[in-house]
């Protein structure tokens, strides 16, 4: 029979797992936790444990539920490509700053990439502006339902832009 593989974000194989496979494949969901400097680059402030900005995965799905952290600040956004940005939970209002002009490219294949359901928030705020793109194909739910707006965006402070 073939070995069943686990697939491990963030451990080490101790060499007695015989007929085990340790790969590090891992692209989410990833949920926010927050802590250091609820910095958005800093792998820990995501559970499981995210890879750097740097080696992040294009097809990373990234969600905000509030459980850890009901309205978190989230701090040096920066230009990347994930595949979905989602909010859960009803009460949660997420606010995104940048460090630098960047952007942040939504690139999913399927459903909604950018989910604000009905009850949540997400600001985009600070000096620094900052872009949510979605790319071809992408699509964007800001209500959780067709008729009516009621989950809600706010760009504050800089000329930030949702684009699709």
């Keep these: 029979p073939v070995p069943p593989t686990i697939i491990v ?13 340790f790969t590090n494949t891992c692209s ?8 250091a400097n609820q910095d958005w680059q800093v ?4 559970s499981p444990i995210r ?14 539920d509030g459980n850890v952290t009901p309205t978190p600040i989230v701090n040096n956004v920066p230009t990347q490509q994930i595949a979905t940005l989602r909010l859960v939970n009803n009460g949660i209002g997420v606010t995104l700053k940048t460090s630098g002009a960047n952007t942040l490219t939504l690139a999913g294949v399927s459903g909604h990439d950018l989910s604000i359901p009905a009850g949540t ?3 985009l705020a600070g000096s ?3 872009s949510i793109a979605l790319s071809a194909g992408s699509a964007a739910n800001v209500d959780g339902s067709t008729p009516g707006i009621r989950g809600s965006i706010a760009l504050l402070q800089a000329a930030h832009r949702l684009t699709g």
């Design 9 to 21: 974000n963030s451990g080490t194989d101790s060499l007695n797992n015989t007929r085990w496979t």
């Design 51 to 64: 890879p750097t900005a740097a080696t992040a995965s294009t097809t990373d799905a990234l969600i905000f």
């Design 121 to 123: 928030s997400l600001t």
């Design 128 to 130: 620094n502006a900052l």
């Design 43 to 46: 792998p820990t402030n995501w």
């Design 28 to 35: 989410g969901p990833y949920t926010w936790i927050g802590g």
